[in-house]
C-alpha cells in the first residue's frame, strides 16, 4: 500500500480543515495520526475497509470525522472547532486487518502534512 496525505495548512482557531489520504491497493484500514513538535506520534482516527467501523482518539470525538471513498481510493479526515492543540504533521497509515489506535499495528505508511491552529 501506497499512501499519500495531502490538504494540511494554517486555519485560525475554531476553523475547519480537511484533510485527505490517496492510498493504492483495497481490503486495508487506515488510521491518522499526528506528532506535535516534540511530542511522539498520537494516534487521532481510524476506519475499516467497508467504511462501517471507525475510532476516534478522546481528544478528537465530536470535532473530527473520518471516511473513505473506495472507488477514489481516498480516506478523509474532516476536522471541525479546531484548537491550537490539534497542530501538528497529520500522518495517515494503512494495515490489512481492523481499526486499531496502536502505531505500532499499521505497516504501511505515507508523508505526513502540516496542520497549524492558530490562536
Known amino acids: 500500500v501506497q499512501l499519500q496525505a495531502s490538504g494540511g495548512g494554517l486555519v485560525q482557531a475554531g476553523g475547519s480543515l480537511s484533510v485527505s489520504c490517496a492510498a493504492s491497493g483495497s481490503g486495508y484500514t487506515v488510521g491518522w495520526f499526528r506528532q506535535a513538535p516534540g511530542k511522539e506520534r498520537a494516534f487521532v482516527a481510524a476506519i475499516d475497509w467497508s467504511g462501517s467501523n471507525s475510532v476516534y482518539a478522546d481528544s478528537v470525538k465530536g470535532r473530527f470525522t473520518i471516511s473513505r471513498d473506495n472507488a477514489k481510493n481516498t480516506v478523509y479526515l474532516q476536522m471541525n472547532s479546531l484548537k491550537s492543540e490539534d497542530t501538528g504533521v497529520y500522518y495517515c497509515?494503512?494495515?490489512?486487518?481492523?481499526?486499531?489506535?496502536?502505531?505500532?499495528?499499521?505497516?504501511?505508511w505515507g508523508q505526513g502534512t502540516l496542520v497549524t491552529v492558530s490562536s
Open positions: 497509515a494503512a494495515r490489512y486487518s481492523g481499526t486499531s489506535s496502536s502505531a505500532v499495528r499499521y505497516n504501511y
